[in-house]
């Protein structure tokens, strides 16, 4: 069965900092594998997927993440946070046999300080 | 504006009483979901549907029943055998094309608190 884990539950940066959330994934092949933001009561806004082909993803909103197959890793990073970044970020995995499920890890929330 | 809708926003219900959280989207998408996400659990699957008249039990369907009589709807009932059903619940849909990873989308979700 396949499974995510975002081993950080909270993480505090400065504004202006670099930030790298960390996220593992357990799938016996290649997966799918997804970032989605969670602003306070509110649904879930996509940031970036991988599919396949170039390792590196580009996202909205300045992010970015790297899938390492050796490593069964999906972390995010952006270079420079904002104020605004501060939410509860979900990593996620999916299948690439046509059920379209996800399976969520249970979230790193960030707090940005001035 | 395309988009999911969920309602309502805030439901209150006490313990005995089923209710029923409305879906509805205008995306046409095939596939609809419904998640619960409780904190620091993350997102949990109740239930899934990939066409009409059809669905399926998710991790945690125990408690939960839906229906799927149109494409774009996709209502959840937690009933009373729902044991701890205060959560907040979300919506998602996407289209199913044969070929897996394609994007799925959410709602705003849906506060539940039995009182």
């Known amino acids: 069965a396949q499974s995510v884990t975002q081993p950080d539950i909270h993480i505090t940066v400065s504004e202006g900092a670099s930030l790298e959330l960390r996220c593992n994934y357990s799938?016996?092949?290649?997966?799918?594998l997804f970032w989605y933001v969670q602003s306070p009561g509110q649904g879930l806004q996509l940031l970036l997927k991988y599919f396949s082909g170039d390792t590196l993803v580009q996202g909205i909103k300045g992010f970015e993440a790297e899938f390492k197959r050796s490593q069964s890793s999906f972390n995010l990073r952006k270079p420079s946070v904002h104020w605004s970044d501060a939410a509860e970020y979900f990593c996620?995995?999916?299948?690439?046999?046509?059920?379209?499920?996800?399976?969520f890890g249970t979230g790193t929330r960030l707090t940005i300080i001035p | 504006d395309g988009g999911i809708t969920q309602s309502p926003k805030y439901l209150f219900r006490k313990e005995g009483q089923n209710v029923t959280l409305s879906c509805e989207q205008n995306?046409?998408?095939?596939?609809m979901y419904w998640y619960r996400q409780d904190p620091g659990q993350g997102l949990r699957l109740i239930y899934y549907s990939q066409i009409v008249n059809d669905f399926q039990k998710g991790d945690i369907a125990e408690g939960y029943s839906v229906s799927r009589e149109k494409k774009e709807s996709f209502p959840l009932t937690v009933t009373s055998a729902q044991k701890n059903p205060t959560a907040f619940y979300l919506c998602a849909s996407t289209f199913r094309t044969g070929s897996s990873g394609n994007t799925i989308y959410f709602g705003e979700g849906s506060w539940l608190t039995v009182v």
């Open positions: 996620a995995v999916g299948s690439r046999f046509g059920n379209e499920k996800l399976t």
């Open positions: 799938y016996g092949a290649t997966p799918y």
């Open positions: 995306l046409n998408h095939d596939a």
